[in-house]
């Protein structure tokens, strides 16, 4: 029988994960990244979860373990540089059983692509610019030209997929933004250094963060209250910052001052996907091209690779019936999706309370995650994954995996 054919659009983290599986499951994958190389620079992630043991898995955990961090605490920082409240963050690793890291986004990106790469073809600085559905497959065209055949089209491609733009309609429908935004930027030699702390200041409607990386590298996050256009340039970015943060206290004039000088900033609403499908035609969405669930619920790249590695054993259990597949995967992962977007929603409102009172309230909660076994209670619903994945004989699976994630079904 001919292999099956897959273009997956977006090598962020649902992608070469999608790819890695769709391979294990027999397809002929190739993946077209509209970035000229790999995206650097960022923001960090917290990993853990299915999407870990996902990871584990595709051989990664060891290079997963070595590039990211363990924090140790969250500490909440007052104008004058006080310790306001806080809480050691050891409760994650006890409700994960160890399994919990930190890490730049680009480097679990980059790891994956290393896994991809080798059994997909791989093409940077293009995109898919129409796709053309018919029962016997998809035509697709990139920008540079090419028009090519395959058996179905997966969009991988984030928050403002193009795939789901082309095949499912405008971005409107389908992006509900949460009323923030958020930046985050990477700066070298910043004077103060606080290893494995999670250093947060907040003002009512805003929070800068920042947190100690390898290298004399710094890593600054800004979440804010925010319903405006998306400045289009960077200086209109930092221009905007500037005037939102410009009289708060702490390090912020040491942190604008670093902005100032950067070349890459990542700025973008805070919005979550929500969309009524996941499929249309012979074109399917993973990952935040599906179901974004923000940055606030803490696990999007993890769900990204638990959408992928579901699509793809579903694609395998279903021999070629496409439609049966794509039923199946959303079957298996909308009830779970639904309660990681409610709970990231929930959320928002702790990363940058509104008023004076929400800050001092917020605080108060945080100091009392102190209390032994008070931080277990209030964070383990949301971070314990109520999914249990089937295993579709898609790959070599260690003996710890076979307890975690077999099912019959
Ligand atoms: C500040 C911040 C903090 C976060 N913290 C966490 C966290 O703690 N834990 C966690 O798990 N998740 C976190 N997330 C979310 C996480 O980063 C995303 O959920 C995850 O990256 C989704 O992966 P993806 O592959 O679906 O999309 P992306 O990672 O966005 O990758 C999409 C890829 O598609 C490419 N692309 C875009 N348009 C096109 C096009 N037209 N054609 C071809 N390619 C295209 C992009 O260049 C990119 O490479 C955070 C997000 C932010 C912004």
């Not at 399917?284 to 974004?292: I, N, Q």
């Amino acid at each position: 029988m001919k292999q099956k054919t897959a273009l997956i659009s977006g090598a962020g983290i649902a992608g070469p994960a999608a790819a890695y599986w769709l391979n294990a499951a027999g397809w002929q994958v190739t993946i077209v990244e509209h970035a000229g190389a790999p995206r650097d620079g960022g923001y960090v992630i917290d990993f853990w979860g299915l999407g870990y043991d996902l990871a584990e898995r595709m051989g990664l955990l060891n290079e997963i373990e070595r590039v990211g961090y363990h924090a140790r605490e969250l500490r909440v920082i007052g104008d004058r540089g006080e310790r306001l409240a806080g809480f050691g963050t050891k409760v994650f690793d006890e409700l994960t059983g160890g399994r919990y890291v930190t890490l730049a986004r680009r480097d679990l990106s980059r790891l994956l692509l290393a896994k991809a790469a080798p059994v997909a073809e791989m093409i940077f600085g293009d995109e898919i610019v129409m796709l053309q559905h018919d029962p016997a497959g998809v035509t697709a065209r990139l920008r540079s030209g090419p028009v090519r055949r395959f058996d179905l089209v997966v969009g991988a491609d984030g928050l403002h997929s193009q795939v789901r733009r082309l095949a499912f309609g405008p971005h409107e429908q389908f992006e509900k933004p949460l009323g923030y935004a958020v930046a985050a930027f990477e700066a070298r030699h910043y004077q103060r250094r606080d290893p494995d702390i999670y250093m947060m200041h907040t003002k009512p409607g805003r929070m800068v963060g920042r947190f100690t990386l390898r290298d004399d590298r710094s890593l600054f996050l800004f979440v804010f209250t925010y319903d405006g256009a998306r400045p289009a340039t960077l200086e209109q970015q930092k221009t905007l910052l500037a005037s939102l943060y410009r009289a708060d206290g702490w390090e912020i004039a040491d942190i604008l001052q670093r902005l100032d000088e950067v070349q890459e900033l990542y700025f973008d609403h805070v919005s979550q996907v929500v969309a009524p499908t996941w499929s249309s035609g012979r074109s399917v969405l993973v990952g935040d091209a599906a179901f974004c669930p923000s940055l606030l619920a803490g696990q999007g790249s993890a769900l990204a690779i638990v959408a992928a590695y579901v699509l793809a054993g579903e694609l395998a259990r279903a021999e070629g019936h496409i439609e049966e597949a794509f039923a199946a995967y959303e079957r298996r992962l909308r009830p779970y999706i639904a309660t990681k977007q409610a709970g990231a929603a929930r959320f928002a409102s702790a990363f940058a309370p509104r008023t004076a009172f929400g800050v001092w309230f917020r605080n108060l909660v945080i100091q009392s995650f102190a209390i032994p076994g008070l931080a277990k209670l209030a964070v383990g619903r949301e971070m314990i994954d109520r999914l249990r994945l089937p295993d579709y004989r898609l790959g070599p699976m260690p003996s710890t995996m076979e307890r975690r994630t077999s099912d019959p079904g």
